[in-house]
């Protein structure tokens, strides 16, 4: 109901109106974050975080395997970057990545904080595009990128026409640059460390924030890695 509500006095108020699907789409993310809370309620508080080169693992871990959310290591690719965007309930979106190899190490991350970028799909593309970049960045060349948005992942590669087709024919031609790169949809469930990044990034000032050294201090990142 707020969506809606704010979408209309967007309309009323600044002349600027928002797509229903982008309000679909943010209103289907919001109550799967709800059901998340719910399901961690009723799952051991306790998490293990992974620093660069270093795996944690408890017996905790391997009793609730089946059970707790985990980050999926890539099976074809040396390294997996997972992407999210997430919006603040203001005028600021944000797209962040973070990159991970197979055993799980932290290679590094980036967020890009858009003013007056609210619409999920266009910052879910944008997140995808800030994957290449930071691929870019640490000279990787053998790629997967995963988010949890089926339609911008669909639409990677036809430049289908849509109100962010620009975004994904940059993607199309920076893709050429890589030896091998591919975009996968995951459920959000395996997506979390992208997307807490992505909720804490929009506080921070419009542009380019990059780590690569260790993971980003604005936010302590849950993260379950069993491989």
Request: some cysteine.
């Amino acid at each position: 109901m707020w969506s809606i509500w704010w979408a209309r006095r967007r309309a009323i108020h600044d002349d600027q109106y928002q797509s229903p699907l982008s309000t679909s789409v943010f209103i289907t993310k919001f109550l799967g974050d709800l059901d998340l809370m719910a399901e961690n309620k009723l799952r051991p508080t306790k998490v293990q975080h992974v620093m660069p080169k270093e795996l944690h693992v408890t017996a905790d871990n391997a009793a609730t395997k089946a059970t707790r959310p985990v980050w999926i290591p890539p099976t074809d690719f040396d390294v997996k970057i997972n992407v999210d965007g997430g919006v603040s309930c203001g005028r600021r979106g944000a797209a962040a990545v973070i990159c991970r190899d197979k055993a799980g190490a932290f290679l590094g991350s980036s967020a890009r904080v858009f003013e007056g970028l609210t619409d999920p799909p266009s910052l879910e593309a944008q997140a995808c595009n800030e994957a290449l970049a930071l691929a870019t960045d640490l000279n990787l060349n053998d790629v997967c990128v995963t988010s949890d948005c089926a339609e911008v992942i669909s639409k990677i590669g036809t430049e289908a026409p849509c109100h962010y087709t620009s975004i994904l024919r940059e993607i199309s031609y920076r893709s050429t640059h890589f030896q091998d790169i591919r975009f996968v949809h995951e459920s959000r469930k395996y997506n979390l460390e992208a997307h807490s990044l992505a909720k804490a990034a929009v506080s921070l000032s419009n542009g380019r924030h990059v780590w690569l050294v260790t993971t980003p201090d604005i936010i302590c990142i849950p993260m379950n890695i069993q491989i």
